[in-house]
């Protein structure tokens, strides 16, 4: 069962839409007891780095998420905001973040971007991805959607599974042992983000 953490942030039907669709079993998350029935999970987030901490310790599921991840290794992807929840610490907030994937968030330079819009970074980007089953069967430089304004820093550079341009390199997509994370939107990226949540599934 694929678990949909809903924790108040995220487009948590969207998921559920697309695992349905690929007639595999999912349900939304709302508390510790239904993480217990899940074999693989997904950590949404939009909006700040410290409202995402905020919101996922009061819903009382963040010490049971920790204890099926780091001791049970139930497989978690974590998407924009999620990803970032994966790292030590944020340049947008003040609290610590789950320390998952050592690293720290950082927000773009607008000096360095080329593009009018400058911030955040929205619309369709390339990826260019790493050996990592989460791309599996994926073409070299597959497009994603993204929307953000900070991104992550791995501590440990074997840890960036894939990265893309916007005002020089960053990673989208990172991960360490069953510990993924996409700063991208698979959900809203059509056909190869639907590939990349089925890789999931299947790991």
Excluded at 6 to 16: H, S, V
Excluded at 50 to 57: G, H, P, S, T, V
Excluded at 65 to 72: G, P, S
């Amino acid at each position: 069962m694929i678990g949909i953490i809903d924790y108040g942030l995220g487009n948590i039907n969207a998921f559920c839409n697309v695992y349905r669709h690929l007639n595999l079993p999912v349900t939304a998350v709302h508390t510790a007891d239904e993480l217990e029935g899940c074999d693989h999970l997904i950590l949404p987030g939009v909006g700040a780095f410290d409202n995402a901490i905020e919101k996922l310790n009061a819903s009382g599921m963040r010490p049971t998420i920790t204890r099926r991840v780091i001791e049970e290794k139930v497989p978690i992807l974590g998407i924009c905001v999620g990803m970032q929840m994966l790292a030590n610490s944020s340049e947008e907030g003040q609290l610590p973040g789950l320390g998952w994937v050592p690293g720290t968030v950082k927000r773009f330079d607008p000096a360095r971007i080329a593009e009018r819009t400058k911030l955040p970074h929205m619309g369709w980007n390339n990826v260019r991805i790493g050996n990592s089953p989460l791309f599996r069967n994926l073409e070299q430089d597959s497009r994603f959607y993204f929307i953000h304004s900070y991104y992550f820093v791995p501590d440990d550079p074997s840890h960036c599974l894939a990265h893309s341009e916007y005002g020089g390199a960053f990673a989208s997509a990172v991960g360490r042992d069953k510990i993924f994370g996409v700063q991208f939107h698979p959900e809203k990226s059509h056909a190869p983000g639907i590939a990349l949540l089925k890789n999931f599934a299947e790991l």
